[in-house]
Each structure stands twice: as C-alpha cells, then as structure tokens.
C-alpha cells in the first residue's frame, strides 16, 4: 500500500487545537505525521507517495454521526447499510451510529452482530449499533443491554419512542453506569402529544392539524434530568428542539448533572411555517418549532449547552410522504446535508469553524467513548476535505440515500464536501492526486 500525502490544506482538528495550513501523510488507513507549515518544514515527500494537493481546501476529521436511523434489518425499502453508508461519507459522515428501531428491533446481540457484520460485508464507512432500552422498544421491560454492549452497542436508547415508565428509565440509567454508556433519551411524553402531528400553535391552528406541545418535550427532559441527578447515570438527551428544554439543560449542567444534550440542522434553520401547505417533508418528530425555539436552540449551541449536531437521517419511501399529512411518517433524511447545513451556522456568526467542526467530531466521539472523530498521529484516517465557499443547492434527487425526504430540497447554500477518505480510502473519487 502506498503512502498518502494530502498537502496544502487548512486542517482543523479540535480534538488537537489545530487550525491552520499543514499537511498529513497516511499510512495503512492511519494518520502517521502532521506537519503544521507556520511550525515545521513539511520533510521531503516520501518515494513511493501519492499527493494530493489540496490548497484552499479545509481538512476536518470524519464525522462522526450520533443519530441515524439505517432501517436494516427490516425496513430495506427505505434504507440499507449499503445505502445508508454510502449516503454517509457522501456527506462527509465516517461513523455513523444507527438507531435500533428495525425490525426486528436492535434489542439483543443478535441483531447487533447482524448489524455489524453487515457493516463489514457492504458498509462504506463505520457503523456503532445502539442497542433498544426496552424489549421491542416497547417500554415494558428492560432489554439485555450487557449482553448487546458485550456484542459492540455503543449507547441504550428507544429512539422513536420515549421510555414513558420512569422505573424503567431510572433502572437503565443505573444499569448503564457499569458500562460506562450513555442513555440516550427520546424526551417526549406520549400523552400529551396525544397523537399530535407538528408544533402546537398558531400554524397547527390555521392548518387543522393535531399538536404538539414544547411541553411534551420539556417535561420529559426535565424528568430525565431528575434520574441522571438520581443515578450519577450518563443521559444524552436526543433532538432537542424547544427554548424551554436548553434552558432546562443549561441549569442541569451547571449543577453538573451528568447530561448531553444533541440537536439537528432542521431545528436550528427552519419553523413550524415548514409545513405550511401540508408539506410532509417537513413532518418530523419533534415537530419543527417556533422562530423564539430556533433562536434559543442557536443560543444554546453557541454557549455550550447543546454538545453536539446529528442529523436524525430518517429515510422514508417516497409513498410513505406523498400522502394525508395526517398519514405520513414523520422524519428527515439527513446524512447528505448535515455537514452543508451545519455550515450555515459559520456563516451565520453563530459558532466559529473550530466550535461547529467539534460538535461534528470530537464531542460525539466522546460521549460514545469511540476514539474517533480526531486526526491525531495513529488515528485511522477518516477525514474530509471540505470547500466551505463554494455555491451549492441541495438536490433530494441527487441523494444516494434511499430517502429523498428533505424540507431542504432546491436550497442555496455555501459549501462543498470535495473527498471523504475512510481509513485513507478516497470513498467519492472526489480529487485526483498529483503524482502516484
Ligand atoms: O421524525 C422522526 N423519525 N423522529 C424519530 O424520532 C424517529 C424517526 C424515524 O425513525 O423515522
């Protein structure tokens, strides 16, 4: 195999502090030197070495992808691991951690080692299942979390659905702790969603459409916070999206409560107004908010409550969204556009490149305790290179995802992902080397 040397590149890797020009040299899928041009000399290039010059470029880690949903086993019409993958380094997205609502669901080793060796037959990219709370996700008994964690789960969560029995939830929150896992909270009380179908509001007025209350998701929130305060337990509350649960977080962290907190691009771009004209892609659970939500969600990334970005990819047949409203599913498929969007948060002036680049890498690879998301020497070499002023639009019919269900679909947007490299792989044949 030879040797890699991605030169002229402005590398920011939050996990070692750097942002500026340097040039990283690949060996067997792993980082083995970085030269930083304002400290070192770059050594001459090694014989036998294939160059890719990269000048004007950006260089960040892989990302790494907290909230996916692949659909397989079970759901193949809307996604595969094949698919799914594929769709992720697309995105620039190098590990991705999918969601055990399959069906079966991913609620025993079995299921877990399906998914990983499936990963390894058809993947593109990095795949860490995350095993159900509850058998068949459906709240009633814990499932076998040692067993599936022993098996490669890297987090308990019963995404899709909360767990509404509070017994329950505090016993997995205790349980985790021997594993050292988080649990990932689905905040939403069943009955006072009651079936609702977007944000409870003027707009759900207007339309005749059922809501959603915020307090459906703060209660939930709040209530999570009191078992992690309870349990010393790990909580990482999913897709936050309501003013009232940043501020519920925000207080839970300084009284140092051990909780995270994640969020989706949808949720800091658009409104309740989405789903005007009965736009099923713009379904989603939690529903869209209101404008005062968006801000806070943004205050909330800004200052630190929100820890990381996911894109909850939630692919969905096309049939599944041409359809009632009231029929569709709800969900967003994100893996091709959460890098783009997130970038809008730079250009915005919300966050700085190296704060949005670490909610993207460095922080969910530490919540899940994966050694990824960082470009350090011996790392395996998952990164993107990434153009962040080009002018681009989001094409659905362009997605390699099986769901070309996005509210984003036809927007404008600044930026670019050029190559994503898995283990020192160029998976999109994205750049052509100088020499090699
Ligand atoms: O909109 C959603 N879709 N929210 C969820 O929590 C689950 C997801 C899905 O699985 O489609």
Not at 209 to 220: D, F, H, N
Not at 363 to 388: E, H, M, R, S, Y
């Amino acid at each position: 195999m030879k040797k890699l040397l991605i030169k002229n590149g402005h590398l920011i890797d939050p996990s070692q502090s750097i942002d500026a020009d340097a040039d990283i040299l690949i060996y067997e899928g792993v980082v083995q030197d970085i030269w930083i041009h304002e400290k070192e000399k770059g050594e001459d290039i090694p014989d036998d070495c294939v160059v890719y010059d990269i000048k004007g470029k950006y260089i960040i880690p892989g990302i790494v992808d907290m909230h996916v949903h692949l659909r397989d086993p079970g759901f193949e019409y809307k996604e595969t691991i094949r698919t799914g993958t594929a769709s992720a380094v697309k995105g620039g997205v190098t590990s991705v951690c999918c969601m055990p609502n399959t069906h079966p669901v991913n609620d025993n080793e079995t299921v877990t080692r399906y998914i990983l060796q499936k990963a390894i037959l058809e993947g593109s990219c990095d795949v860490y299942p995350i095993g159900a709370i509850t058998k068949g996700q459906k709240g009633e008994e814990l499932a076998e979390m040692g067993l599936m964690y022993e098996a490669g789960c890297v987090a308990f969560s019963d995404d899709g659905r909360p767990v509404m029995n509070s017994l329950l939830m505090r016993r997995a929150l205790e349980y985790s702790k021997r594993f050292g896992v988080p649990i990932i909270s689905h905040a939403e009380d069943i009955n006072l969603s009651a079936n609702g179908m977007m944000n409870e509001g003027g707009v759900s007025l207007r339309l005749g459409l059922r809501g959603i209350p915020a307090e459906s998701e703060i209660i939930m929130i709040k209530r999570d916070i009191e078992l992690a305060a309870l349990t010393g337990g790990r909580l990482h509350i999913a897709h936050v999206s309501t003013e009232g649960g940043v501020r519920a977080l925000r207080e839970a962290k300084k009284a140092g409560i051990p909780v995270t907190a994640e969020t989706c691009p949808h949720y800091f771009l658009l409104t309740e107004e989405a789903v005007e004209g009965y736009n099923t892609n713009a379904k989603v659970n939690p529903p869209l908010r209101t404008r005062r939500d968006l801000e806070a969600i943004r205050e909330a990334l800004a200052d630190g409550t929100i820890d990381i970005i996911a894109s909850d990819h939630a692919p969905h047949h096309k049939d599944e969204k041409l359809c009632e409203f009231e029929m569709a599913a709800s969900g967003i498929s994100g893996l091709e556009t959460l890098l783009l969007l997130s970038l809008q948060l730079y250009h915005e002036g919300v966050l700085s490149l190296p704060e949005l680049i670490k909610k993207l890498t460095q922080n969910p690879a530490t919540i899940l305790g994966i050694g990824k998301g960082t470009l350090c020497k011996g790392a395996q070499a998952d990164l993107v290179v990434l153009d962040i002023e080009t002018d681009n639009t989001i094409r659905a019919d362009e997605f390699v995802s099986k769901g070309k269900n996005t509210p984003f679909d036809g927007m404008s947007l600044k930026g670019r992902v050029v190559e994503t490299f898995w283990k020192g792989i160029p998976m999109l044949k994205g750049i052509t080397p100088l020499t090699g």
